[in-house]
């Protein structure tokens, strides 16, 4: 039998992983922001079985973690919830893999929040419920940031065209 | 601690069943309070305890622990009342005269100039509830009463039988040399 | 097939399509020629999907123990301490009674030494008497 930890928490590793990469765009430090957050999920799993929304509690965590992360190579911008999205600064190690690039630069322009959401969509496949819930925003936070990010996209991609 | 045992000894002598003779109550405590008489009294549940050492620390197949185990078990309890420094003769005497002579039968007799020793019994049911002794010379007095249900040859463990495991190492020296 | 990848993109950059009409756009983007900037940027997403991080074990709970068994444990140690003191004790206060039973004896077979005559002695003459009585008995009777 399954204990918590095992059937919740764990199996969200890879997509974690991802989120971390999103932030932090550097294979062996988003996984080791993503160890850090499944250890502290580790010795915190009695509350965080007794949690309405330990997902969501895991994304956070792993976004701080990969943040700090960021924090500690370079100096960065304050990002809060709400506020637009300056810069964040690469780390100063890999080359993403040409595809992978232009996703970047794209999602570079859009403040946090429209990353975070527009990633779950896109990347993840989760619907605007499991978005709302993961993020523990309103659905219509979530269609309303979705809406901006693909118009975003929308004109960096013709932007891209005309170039 | 001393009235503890005081009350304890009247009590569990009060309550005896096979009735203790009146005299020796009274003689033992008579002497209960005063200090130049110690006292020892081991209970049934003594017996019980020294039995169940016995078991533990002797080999299944000596028959002399055996023996001794046997006769544990059939003693129900030991009081001493024994002084030094004392008028022994005399109490010795006193000893003799507060017995109730019709229940106590001689068993042996023991007069050299310096010391008096003497045993009885008392039957029921032709075994031995009672074995006393009693010694007494110049200066020591020595009362002792075993109480329990045994026969004649239990008692001859003690009387020839020198090789009990630990008869060596409790010898009191001092009480009747002469 | 363009016009509806073209219908499919209106929607989309409305935020208006299913999850299911997303996953068909990105699939006729790549039965297409041409939206190559499109292609690129869903072909990005979809590495991004494909990325994982390496294998790692589930951390278990292997030396850690449940609370209670730790208590239990505590409880046992300290219910089996305990059981060896008493035992202990009990087997001190046994010596102590032994020794008390001993001495005791030794008393009176000192005592007892000291008469000249065994108790065997004795004994035998005591089951004479009790043969002169029965026999006295008998004499009797048979008068």
Known sequence: MKTFFEATIWPLRNQLYRMAYLWIKNRSEAEDAVQEALEKAWSSREM???????????????KNQSLQKIREHKRWAVLGEGEDLPEVEELPAEESPPP???VFRFLKELPEKQQEIFHLREVEGLTYEEISEYLEISMEQVKVNLFRARKSLQLFLTKHREK | MKKWLCVCFMTLMIGSVHAQDDAIVRFFSKYMENENFSRVYISPKMMQMAGGFLKSNVEAGDAEGKDLGELMQKIRGIR????????GKGLFQEAMSTLNKNKYEDLM???DKSSNVKFMVREENGRVAELLMITGSETDFTLLSMLGNFTYQDLNILAEKTNLPGMNEYQSGTKTTN | MKEKIEALLVKYYEGETSLAEERELRKFLLKVSGFQEEKQFF??????????????????AKGEVNLWLKIAAVITLFLGLSWLFVDHQSK???ALAYAQVMEAFSLIQENLKKGTTSLEAIQDMRYLNKANEIFNINHKEEQ
């Open chain 3, 92 to 94: 001190k206060e046994e």
């Open chain 2, 80 to 87: 001493i009342l024994s002084g030094e420094k004392v008028n």
């Open chain 1, 48 to 62: 965080l079985q007794r949690m309405d929304n330990p997902t969501g509690w895991m994304i956070r965590v792993v």
């Open chain 2, 109 to 111: 007799d023991v007069h």
């Open chain 3, 43 to 60: 072909l990005g997403l979809e590495v991004l999907k494909t990325l994982e991080p390496t294998e790692k074990a589930v951390p278990q």
């Open chain 1, 100 to 102: 992978l690039q232009l």
